[in-house]
């Protein structure tokens, strides 16, 4: 399934899917800006933070990853809660 988010005015859409990958286009030109493999498993929840310079994805893991929407570079992990990350929010 496909979890989805859009944060404004930066115009971007995020989605996740629970193969563990991740996407960011363009509102306006609809072009794929940004596609990410996420570590360990389906993505449940996501977010864009800062404004839309970060992706942040809640994991069924139960980890909180952060990942660069301009580089695609992965930046941190938060760990600690017993169970799927079902929302996260900026």
């Not at 929840?45 to 994805?57: C, N």
């Not at 809640?58 to 929407?69: E, P």
């Amino acid at each position: 399934s496909v979890v989805t988010a859009i944060r404004q005015p930066e115009l971007f859409v995020a989605a996740a899917f629970e193969d563990g990958t991740a996407a960011v286009w363009s509102v306006e030109s609809g072009k794929l800006e940004r596609s990410f493999e996420c570590r360990y498993g389906s993505v449940k929840s996501v977010t864009l933070a800062q404004p839309g310079l970060i992706l942040v994805l809640g994991m069924v893991d139960g980890t909180v990853q952060l990942w660069n929407v301009v580089t695609g570079k992965f930046m941190r992990q938060f760990s600690g809660h017993m169970g799927a990350i079902f929302s996260v929010a900026s």
